[in-house]
């Protein structure tokens, strides 16, 4: 093997070590094997979900042989692929594999508790999959062979790439300019009006902390929280606080919102987009639309989806803005601008994934096989996504330590700043929708139902 030869074997070896790029071959393999499955149906690839129990089916009911089968199934392509990816990253294969079955065995309690008929009415396998993690690293403590396997950013980046061919531009087309308004001009004025509100009026200093809780408040809880918290390089311990902050006002306000609004006589277009907007989690601005009705829960999605799409936009603009603060302290006195090659070593790369799935998704996949089939196709990643989250807020709660997170409470502020900065989404999403949606200004616009 010549020099040159080595150099290349040298270069690829990196790249593979490389933890995003690691997040976007895994997704976009997983990507390419439900697509064939549902294009071909050749084969089976679907990953398990637990049927809801506790009502109409005892915990016994829900299990079956093609549950088994299924459990196993996911099992399988979620622990080849993540042991492989551990691999390359230098890790012990046997022991991430081992520390892998136990994280696993973990995630199938989290999502059999959220599958239990009342707490799946009211909360989202994240806040479990939280819980389950807090209460064990705070109690009986982590054991060090299960350790292996807790990597958090591994998992959620895979997820977020997975998540990105869900992301559809389309849906800007089925609200137009209507979701525009709501979802990407309210968005960077509520981002803004946090970091002012941080920065001035609260006094904190930690800049990723800030910014990753306004993207969590005014984007989409912690799917934003996570890549923006990878741009900013915020601590693992703010990004806990935040997704724990998010979680729990997430299933308050998927509660409340839905009588506050039908108690004040809001019309439903209205109430619906003004869920999508303020409401953190996908899932549960669906079920908090429902309960207005066919067409609240249209608009409270549509507007989360155009929402959603700016994760990647966002990232990339945090990234600039910390390279740029960084340049500017590294260089006081100077007017250089920050340079290409000092964003492209803070941005995520894995968002680089999550863009191009989104695009591979709503321009090529969807005009070959049509919105039925790639609805399929996202039917399936879908439940691969979950588990895969499951994997990382389980991790999140493992690697979370309550007296770390007192330290950094700062008498309240990042509560405070959550509280303060959701109060204002919601205003200025409210006043969005009304100038678009009421009909006094503009047409009130069809939705398909």
């Not at 046997?94 to 009415?121: C, D, H, M, P, W």
């Not at 609200?175 to 001009?185: H, K």
């Not at 790639?374 to 709660?397: E, H, P």
């Amino acid at each position: 093997m010549n020099t040159q030869q080595i150099q290349e074997v040298s270069k690829l070896r990196n790249f593979l070590k490389n933890e995003d790029y690691l997040a976007i071959i895994i997704g976009f393999i997983i990507i390419s094997i439900a697509s064939v499955s549902i294009i071909t149906s050749s084969f089976d690839f679907t990953a398990l979900k637990f049927a809801t129990w506790g009502k109409d089916k005892s915990f016994t009911e829900i299990w079956s042989l093609k549950v088994l089968f299924k459990l196993i199934r996911t099992f399988l392509v979620l622990g080849i692929f993540f042991t492989v990816g551990a691999y390359f990253k230098g890790y012990n294969t046997k022991k991430y594999l081992k520390a892998f079955i136990g994280l696993f065995v973990l995630s199938i309690i989290v999502r059999l508790i959220s599958a239990e008929y009342t707490l799946n009415r009211y909360l989202e396998w994240a806040f479990f999959a939280l819980a389950v993690g807090l209460i064990i690293a705070n109690t009986v403590g982590v054991p060090n062979w299960l350790k292996p396997a807790i990597q958090t950013e591994y998992y959620i980046k895979t997820g977020l790439v997975i998540m990105g061919f869900s992301v559809l531009f389309s849906n800007i087309v089925n609200f137009g300019l209507y979701g525009l308004g709501i979802a990407w001009v309210v968005t960077p004025l509520v981002m803004l009006f946090m970091y002012y509100f941080a920065k001035k009026v609260l006094k904190m200093k930690n800049e990723p902390l800030i910014i990753t809780m306004a993207a969590a408040t005014s984007v989409c809880g912690t799917s934003a929280a996570i890549a923006t918290g990878a741009a900013s390089k915020a601590e693992k311990d703010d990004l806990s606080m935040t997704v724990s902050i998010s979680i729990i006002f997430t299933v308050l306000m998927m509660v409340f919102m839905p009588i506050i609004i039908k108690a004040i006589g809001m019309d439903e277009l209205i109430g619906g987009a003004l869920i999508g907007g303020t409401v953190d989690s996908t899932g549960a601005v669906t079920v908090a639309g429902s309960t207005l009705g066919k067409l609240g829960e249209t608009s409270a999605i549509l507007v989360k989806s155009i929402q959603n799409i700016l994760i990647g936009f966002i990232a990339v603009a945090v990234a600039v803005f910390f390279a740029s603060k960084e340049k500017k302290r590294n260089a006081k006195g100077t007017n250089d601008k920050v340079k290409f090659e000092e964003i492209w070593h803070r941005l995520p790369k894995f968002i680089l994934g999550f863009f191009a799935a989104s695009l591979i998704a709503s321009f090529i996949v969807q005009n070959l096989v049509g919105y039925e089939t790639l609805a399929s196709i996202n039917s399936t990643l879908d439940q691969y996504k979950n588990w895969i989250f499951v994997l990382a807020f389980t991790s999140i709660g493992l690697e979370t330590n309550f007296k770390e997170i007192i330290e950094k409470f700062q008498g309240g502020k990042p509560l405070i700043l959550y509280i303060v900065g959701q109060l204002a989404n919601i205003v200025f999403t409210f006043i969005a929708a009304w100038i678009l949606l009421s009909g006094v200004i503009f047409e009130i616009p069809t939705l398909k139902i």
